[in-house]
């Protein structure tokens, strides 16, 4: 069974950080591209960051620059380091695992951007 299990998410005030995590177990992880979607109140999924296999990343604009995608084989987890948090920011964020035809989706978590 595979299982991709977010953690990190919570409140934090503007211009502050927050380090989601994302364990996948029932794959073998290092075979597969990763990546970190959210969804905002109202609003599409949209992608915030993905990583290959082979370890290189991407972001989107609104992200680029303030948030860092990263991985450890070794762990099968995936990281987003997010720093300057803004309002914006504010969604459910999903972790995602592909390969050709194949992914799978976190059950979410939330980050609330908020004084």
């Known amino acids: 069974q595979v299982q991709l299990v977010e953690s990190g998410g919570g409140l934090v005030q503007p211009g502050g950080s927050l380090r989601l995590s994302c364990a996948v177990s029932?794959?073998?992880?290092?075979?597969?591209?990763m990546g970190w979607y959210r969804q905002a109140p109202g609003k599409q999924r949209e992608l915030v960051a993905s990583?290959?296999?082979?370890?290189?990343?991407n972001y989107a604009g609104s992200t680029k620059g303030r948030f860092t995608i990263s991985r450890d084989n070794a762990k099968s987890t995936v990281y987003l380091q997010m720093y300057s948090l803004k309002s914006e920011d504010t969604a459910v964020y999903y972790c995602?695992?592909?390969?050709?035809?194949?992914?799978?989706w976190g059950q979410g978590t939330q980050v609330t951007v908020s004084s």
């Open positions: 995602w695992s592909g390969r050709f035809s194949l992914e799978y």
């Open positions: 029932g794959i073998l992880f290092s075979i597969y591209d």
């Open positions: 990583i290959t296999r082979n370890g290189i990343a």
